[in-house]
C-alpha cells in the first residue's frame, strides 16, 4: 500500500485530482470508479479546474458510481445524482451516456444490481476506483458485517452511517434506511485504487484499514489486500497510522 499523508484537504484534494488526471491522460477510455461524500468535493472541483484550463479531457471517459440511496429520486436534492451533477458532471464533458449511477428507484432491485455489474464488466470493469472511507470503515456502503456482499446489492444502512449522513439531509429522519451499493468484489477488481480521507473522524478507521490485519467489521481493511492501492489521508486522518 502506497500511503501520502498531506498536510491538509486542500493538498489531499489536489493530488488525488492528479492521480485521475494522470489516469485519463494515459488511457482517455478510462474508466472511472466514483465516489461521492464530503471527502472528493474538493478533488471534483479540482478536476474541473483543470478541465477549464484544458489539462484534462473526460469526453472518452466511462464512470460508475459506488452507490445510491434506495428510494430517493435521482432530482431528490440529497440523491447521489444530484451531488455528481452539481459538483461534477454539469461541469466537464463525460457524455451523459457514459455516467453510471446505480438506480435507487428501480422496481426490480436484484435485476437492478445485476444488469449494474453487468454494465461494469462490458466497460472492461474499473480502471481506477476512486473511495471515501465511513467512520465505521465502511467504502461504498458495505457496512460493518459478519459477511460482505460480493456484488452489488440493497443494503441497510447502519445507524452510525445514518447519523454520519444525517448532515446532507433536513432531518435525520430523512435519511434513507437503504441504498444501492457496489460489492467488495466489484471494488477489490478495479485495477487501482485511490482511497482519501480527511479529518480526525476518520483516524480509527485509518488504523484499521492498514493494521496488517483484514477484519469484516472494517470493511475497508480488505483493502490492504489489493497491489495497487494509495490511500491519500491529510494529517488528521493519518494521525494512528502505526
Ligand atoms: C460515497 C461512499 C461512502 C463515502 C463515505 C465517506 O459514495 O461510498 O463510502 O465515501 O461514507 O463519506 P464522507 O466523505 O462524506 O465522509
Known amino acids: 500500500m502506497r500511503i501520502y499523508i498531506e498536510e491538509n484537504y486542500e493538498t489531499m484534494s489536489k493530488k488525488a485530482a492528479l492521480m485521475v488526471a494522470s489516469q485519463i491522460i494515459l488511457n482517455p477510455k478510462s474508466v472511472l470508479g466514483l465516489a461521492t461524500g464530503s471527502t472528493p468535493v474538493g478533488m471534483y ?104 456482499n460480493v456484488t452489488t446489492h440493497l443494503v441497510r444502512l447502519t445507524e452510525k452511517t445514518i447519523n454520519d449522513n444525517s448532515r446532507f439531509f433536513e432531518r435525520e429522519e430523512d435519511v434513507p434506511k437503504e441504498a444501492l451499493s457496489v460489492g467488495i468484489a466489484t471494488i477489490m477488481k478495479a485495477k487501482k485504487i485511490v482511497l482519501l480521507a480527511s479529518g480526525r473522524n476518520k483516524a480509527e478507521a485509518i488504523r484499521e484499514m492498514t493494521s496488517g490485519y483484514v477484519n469484516t467489521q472494517v470493511p475497508a481493511s480488505i483493502l490492504q489486500t489489493h497491489s495497487e492501492i494509495t490511500l491519500i489521508v491529510d494529517k488528521e486522518a493519518g494521525a494512528l497510522i502505526e
Open 45 to 148: 472541483h479540482e478536476l474541473v479546474a483543470m478541465f477549464k484550463r484544458g489539462e484534462v479531457d473526460f469526453s472518452e471517459v466511462i464512470t460508475f458510481n459506488l452507490d445510491e440511496y434506495y428510494g430517493l429520486p435521482k432530482e431528490h436534492e440529497s440523491s447521489y445524482y444530484r451531488y455528481m451533477m452539481d459538483n461534477f458532471f454539469s461541469y466537464v464533458n463525460v457524455p451523459e451516456h457514459h455516467m453510471h449511477i446505480p438506480n435507487g428507484m428501480g422496481e426490480n432491485v436484484v435485476k437492478e444490481c445485476l444488469e449494474y455489474e453487468e454494465k461494469i464488466r462490458i466497460a472492461g470493469g474499473i480502471d481506477l476506483q476512486i473511495l471515501g472511507i465511513g467512520s465505521n470503515g465502511h467504502i461504498g456502503f458495505n457496512e460493518p458485517a459478519d459477511k460482505l
